[in-house]
């Protein structure tokens, strides 16, 4: 029995309260005009629906008013849990609208949304992008910034969409929360995501090498929100791609460059001369120059003439005195004899 009404007055209050505050929404209540994302399942559609038991789309530039649906789909039986199967609707996104019992569009039912889910690391230490840097100095302080259109949930069903994020270890180990520099755990499963893009705290530092070995870590993100993922596991839809971090003490670009270095400086001192090298690296030449003699010796050569045959000494244009000659001898001797 309640002796003063002190206590009266605040059991009163708080059972008003109570009933006073709004009901939330149920993240899988679709009301008229929302989005619906393709793989989810177990929807409520009927405050979307209203009377109606048919939806239709039209493809771009359609008149709506004066032409049938493109695509027409009955939801009799299912509009307390339905499924936007990927199967039925996937080349057909938009706006569905409700048809009446004549086949014409009544108002917009919802606008099937295909999901987009993208996941990136940040080293807020050094405020820098993972992605530049593909590593992170081990004790840096990382969140994690998450963008996605799925984030129309928490506007239009008043419940944000849960997004899960995935980190493997060298190990193949998947972690569930990870340590942030105070040696606090900081739990990454089902994260309600409220903006796009959004940004996690500096939820993960490195700096124990007993949790945080050494190594290259494996990133993603995923979202299960009314088995999507399930129904629906398409990478950079219900699940992001994945993004790589290794973590170490040193820059793996210094530590490359510096093994070059060594390896440069060991190199063996013997090189392979060109021959100009080798003419260069040959002994000094001596400026003595040696005496030469040289032996010439001279051989007379004797040419012996032959005396001349007498056909080869006869001279042209003694033929016709001779023969003159030899008649006027023969005519004297005629007249002496006479």
Do not use: H
Not at 128 to 144: A, N, Q, S, Y
Request: glycine share 8%; net charge negative.
């Amino acid at each position: 029995m309640i002796k003063n009404g002190i206590p009266l007055l605040i059991v009163l209050l708080c059972i008003f309260l109570l009933c006073a505050a709004p009901a939330t929404a149920a993240i899988n209540t679709i009301k008229q005009g929302n989005a619906v994302f393709l793989g989810e399942e177990g929807l409520d559609v009927s405050a979307a629906m209203g009377p109606d038991i048919q939806i239709g789309w039209w493809a771009s530039a359609a008149e709506i008013a004066t032409t049938s649906p493109t695509n027409a789909i009955d939801l009799q039986g299912r509009t307390t849990s339905f499924m936007v199967n990927p199967s039925e609707f996937d080349g057909y996104l938009g706006n569905w609208y409700r048809l009446n019992s004549g086949g014409k569009a009544d108002g917009i039912a919802f606008n099937v949304v295909d999901p987009q889910l993208d996941i990136k690391a940040e080293d807020t230490t050094v405020q820098v992008d993972v992605e530049t840097l593909k590593w992170i100095p081990t004790g840096d302080d990382i969140r994690f910034k998450i963008d996605t259109n799925l984030v129309q949930m928490a506007s239009q069903r008043a419940s944000p969409p849960l997004i899960t994020i995935k980190v493997q270890g060298p190990d193949g180990g998947i972690y569930t929360s990870l340590y942030n520099a105070g040696g606090t755990p900081m739990s990454i499963v089902e994260i309600p995501v409220t903006t796009r893009p959004f940004y996690t705290d500096s939820i993960w530092n490195m700096g124990n090498r007993d949790r945080y070995p050494p190594g290259t870590y494996t990133i993603w993100a995923e979202c299960n929100v009314n088995k999507m993922n399930d129904n629906y596991d398409v990478t950079g839809k219900t699940r992001s791609s994945t993004i790589s971090l290794l973590n170490q003490g040193e820059n793996p670009l210094i530590q490359k460059a510096t093994t070059q270095g060594t390896t440069q400086s060991s190199l063996p001192t013997t090189i392979t001369a060109t021959p100009e090298a080798t003419a260069a690296t040959q002994a000094p030449i001596s400026t003595t120059v040696p005496t030469i003699t040289t032996v010439t010796s001279l051989t007379t050569a004797v040419t012996e003439i032959p005396s001349p045959s007498p056909t080869q000494t006869k001279a042209a244009g003694f033929e016709p005195i001779l023969a003159v000659s030899a008649i006027i001898s023969g005519f004297i001797c005629y007249l002496k004899k006479k």
